[in-house]
Nanobody, 121 residues
Framework: QVQLVESGGGLVQPGGSLKLSCAAS????????MGWYRQAPGKQRELVAL???????NYADSVKGRFTTSRDDAKNTVYLQMSSLKPEDTAVYYC???????????????WGQGTQVTVSS
């Protein structure tokens, strides 16, 4: 079994910063891409940021220049540093990881339980 556990969500004022963390644990041989999605009320889940095992990153246009994702492979952890937060960033943020449990199996997608980020004065 593989688990992704997020932390770091909360309430922040517009213009503020917040850092999310997500640690993967369980039976893990290797992790390919890791990243973050978010879902606001009444909206579909959308990609926020992804980082490959080689360190390449991809960001949603709405967060470019404000959010930065990184990973620590020794800890199986991915981070999302969020700055200059706006009310429209309010959403539940979900961690995502492509994990294979042995070197003979393909990568499968796994999701965290989600953490609420609220940007409000």
């Amino acid at each position: 079994q593989v688990q992704l556990v997020e932390s770091g969500g909360g309430l922040v004022q517009p213009g503020g910063s917040l850092k999310l963390s997500c640690a993967a644990s369980g039976s893990i041989a290797s992790i390919n891409a890791m990243g973050w999605y978010r879902q606001a009320p009444g909206k579909q889940r959308e990609l926020v940021a992804l980082i490959t095992s080689g360190g390449s990153t991809n960001y949603a246009d709405s967060v470019k220049g404000r959010f930065t994702t990184s990973r620590d492979d020794a800890k199986n952890t991915v981070y999302l540093q969020m700055s200059s937060l706006k009310p429209e960033d309010t959403a539940v943020y979900y961690c995502y990881a492509e994990v294979r449990r042995s070197y003979r199996t393909p990568y499968y997608p796994y999701w965290g339980q989600g953490t609420q980020v609220t940007v409000s004065s």
